[in-house]
């Protein structure tokens, strides 16, 4: 059964980088037909889809972020990392990473990680 887990710093100060790392265990990052995604929901706002890194170099991104993110996979490792850069106090979410299954047998987020809190503050 596959399971996520996301980690990195809870508090990030205004203009740095927030890195954050999910890290996955009971599949390969490397499996077709998944993707796998970051997601934040703000204080009282509904779910915001960042972006996600799929296979053979399947990518995409919520056009609102894309100059300030990037997604990578750590194959090796089965870490899929986001990185968001010059983060201000709009960036503060729980931040999550969810596998999203796309074989067309029903598409859905079939997994999902806990979601960890990271606050943007000086």
Not at 54 to 68: E, F, I, M, V
Not at 87 to 115: H, K, L, M, N, S
Request: proline share 5%; charged share 15%.
């Amino acid at each position: 059964q596959v399971q996520l887990q996301e980690s990195g710093p809870g508090l990030v100060k205004p203009s740095q980088t927030l890195s954050l790392t999910c890290t996955v265990s009971g599949d390969s990052v490397s499996t077709n037909s998944y993707y796998w995604n970051w997601i934040r929901q703000p204080p009282g706002k509904g779910l915001e889809w960042i972006g996600y890194i799929g296979y053979q170099g399947l990518a995409d991104s919520n056009p609102s972020l894309k100059s300030r993110m990037s997604i990578s996979k750590d194959t090796s490792a089965n870490h899929i990392t986001l990185r968001l850069t010059s983060v201000t106090p709009e960036d503060t979410a729980v931040y999550y990473c969810a596998r999203f299954r796309g074989d067309g047998r029903g598409d859905y987020y079939d997994t999902w990680g806990q979601g960890t809190q990271v606050t943007v503050s000086s």
